[in-house]
T-cell receptor, first 112, second 113 residues
């Protein structure tokens, strides 16, 4: 079955370290998104991509980067992890021009 | 600037009761209004969605009511069950169909058995 997966599911890292969160989807969706979820803030868009080599900043992109080298993957990199980046991160994908986004199971990141 | 305002933050309802979650938006360019349901430890999943050309959409026990003039929409869960306990997000998307969805802050719903 087609799906969207995230790894790792849990990660603890230290302040200042570079961290990469993986997102992989097998639906061949053009669009992919990264969100962070924090209590009281809901889901906030970090970065998104409409296809290979396309990346765009969302509302909370500072300190994060993405790259899209193929259709299936959109890794999220925290260049220098900060305690403010402790959160649950969700990846999502959608078919271009369609409405529904499909979410992965999330990665809980703790920065100490 | 919060483009989609959701209330209440949390809600407790007795089993069999009606759960009501409200959302308001500001941008008249929005043309798609989904509700997502999220269980603990899981990612959000689309529950039901509506477009502004209709005032109501019903799927089983879940109904969206939409008031275009007031720029408000709400989710009603009839005969609420303990299995409905989850976090619910309303959302909106603009007409340019760039697929970005703007989410409300979420409502934690707890149904008492």
């Amino acid at each position: 079955d087609a799906e969207i997966t995230q790894s790792p599911r849990h990660k603890i890292t230290e302040t200042g370290r570079q961290v990469t969160l993986a997102c992989h989807q097998t639906w061949n969706h053009n669009n992919m998104f990264w969100y962070r979820q924090d209590l009281g803030h809901g889901l906030r868009l970090i970065h998104y991509s409409y296809g290979v080599q396309d990346t765009n900043k969302g509302e909370v992109s500072d300190g994060y980067s993405v790259s899209r080298s193929n259709t299936e993957d959109l890794p999220l990199t925290l260049e220098s992890a900060a305690s403010s980046q402790t959160s649950v991160y969700f990846c999502a994908s959608s078919v271009g021009g369609r409405d529904e986004q499909y979410f992965g199971p999330g990665t809980r990141l703790t920065v100490t | 600037q919060q483009q989609v305002k959701q209330s209440p933050q949390s809600l407790i309802v007795q089993k069999g009761g009606i759960s009501i979650i409200n959302c308001a938006y500001e941008n008249t360019a929005f043309d798609y209004f989904p509700w997502y349901q999220q269980f603990p430890g899981k990612g959000p999943a689309l529950l039901i969605a509506i477009r502004p050309d209709v005032s109501e959409k019903k799927e089983g026990r879940f109904t969206i009511s939409f008031n275009k003039s007031a720029k408000q929409f709400s989710l009603h869960i009839m005969d609420s069950q303990p299995g409905d306990s989850a976090t619910y997000f309303c959302a909106a998307r603009k007409m340019n169909r760039d697929d970005k969805i703007i989410f409300g802050k979420g409502t934690r719903l707890h149904i008492l058995p």
